[in-house]
C-alpha cells in the first residue's frame, strides 16, 4: 500500500520563476493538504483540498496556488518565487476524521 | 505568540533513558493531539493521535493529554539510537482534520 508520493524530491530555481509541485494520497485518502516548513520550524499550513475545491487556506499570499484533481492527485503552484519560498514543501492526506499522513517533500532552493 | 509551543532542546540521553517530550497550546478549541517522528530528510511520521485528555500507550511510547492545563507529553521509555530524531507536536480542531498546528519539534539524540 503506497504512502504519500511526492515529486520532484528536489527542485532549484531563480527568484521571479514560478514552479509546480506534485502530490500522490495515501490510497484510500480522499482531502489533501499541503505545508510549508522552513529549517529549524514546524510545518506552516498551505491550504487544503477536498472534492477538488480549496476548503480552507492558512496565512499565505495569493502566489501560492493549488488544484485537485479526480484522482485526488494534487499540485501546488508558486509564483514569482522570493529567496524565503526556500522550504520543504509536505503533501499530507487523509480520509474522514482520521490522522493525517505525510510524504517526504519537495525540497525547494531558491538562488 | 504561537499557538503551539514545543520544548526546544535539543535533547541529549544515553541509550535507555527516559525521554519526555511537551508542548503547550492556547487554542482551546484544539481536540485532537498528534506527534509526529521526522528523521533527516523525511517527512513527519504519524507516531500518536489522542483526543481526550488521559494517557494512551503503544509500545514504548506514552502519549498524555492535559486538556485543563492545554499541556501534552509524549514519553519515550528505553531509549534507543534510532529514536534519534525531531519530534512535533501537532493538534487539532474537531471539524477539520485537514488542517493542523505544529510545534516547532524537538531534536533528540539517543547515544549508544
Known amino acids: 500500500d503506497a504512502g504519500v508520493t511526492q515529486s520532484p524530491t528536489h527542485l532549484i530555481k531563480t527568484r521571479g520563476q514560478q514552479v509546480t509541485l506534485r502530490c500522490s494520497p495515501k490510497s484510500g485518502h480522499d482531502t489533501v493538504s499541503w505545508y510549508q516548513q522552513a529549517l529549524g520550524q514546524g510545518p506552516q499550513f498551505i491550504f487544503q483540498?477536498?472534492?477538488?475545491?480549496?476548503?480552507q487556506r492558512g496565512n499565505f499570499p495569493d502566489r501560492f496556488s493549488g488544484h485537485q484533481f479526480p484522482n485526488y492527485s494534487s499540485e501546488l503552484n508558486v509564483n514569482a518565487l522570493l529567496l524565503g519560498d526556500s522550504a520543504l514543501y509536505l503533501c499530507?492526506?487523509?480520509?474522514?476524521?482520521?490522522?493525517?499522513?505525510f510524504g517526504d517533500g519537495t525540497r525547494l532552493s531558491i538562488l | 505568540q504561537k499557538e503551539v509551543e514545543q520544548d526546544p532542546g535539543p535533547l541529549s540521553v544515553p541509550e535507555g533513558a527516559i525521554v519526555s517530550l511537551n508542548c503547550t497550546y492556547s487554542?482551546?478549541?484544539?481536540?485532537?493531539f498528534m506527534w509526529y517522528r521526522q528523521y533527516s530528510r523525511k517527512g513527519p511520521e504519524l507516531l500518536m493521535y489522542?483526543?481526550?485528555?488521559g494517557n494512551k500507550e503503544d509500545g514504548r511510547f506514552t502519549a498524555q493529554v492535559d486538556k485543563s492545563s492545554k499541556y501534552i507529553s509524549l514519553f519515550i521509555r528505553d531509549s534507543q539510537p534510532s529514536d534519534s530524531a525531531t519530534y512535533l507536536c501537532a493538534m487539532r480542531e474537531r471539524t477539520n482534520a485537514g488542517k493542523s498546528t505544529f510545534g516547532d519539534g524537538t531534536t533528540l539524540t539517543v547515544k549508544p
Open positions: 483540498y477536498y472534492e477538488e475545491e480549496e476548503r
Open positions: 487554542n482551546s478549541a484544539f481536540q485532537y
Open positions: 499530507a492526506s487523509n480520509q474522514y476524521d482520521q490522522p493525517q499522513h
Open positions: 489522542t483526543y481526550s485528555s
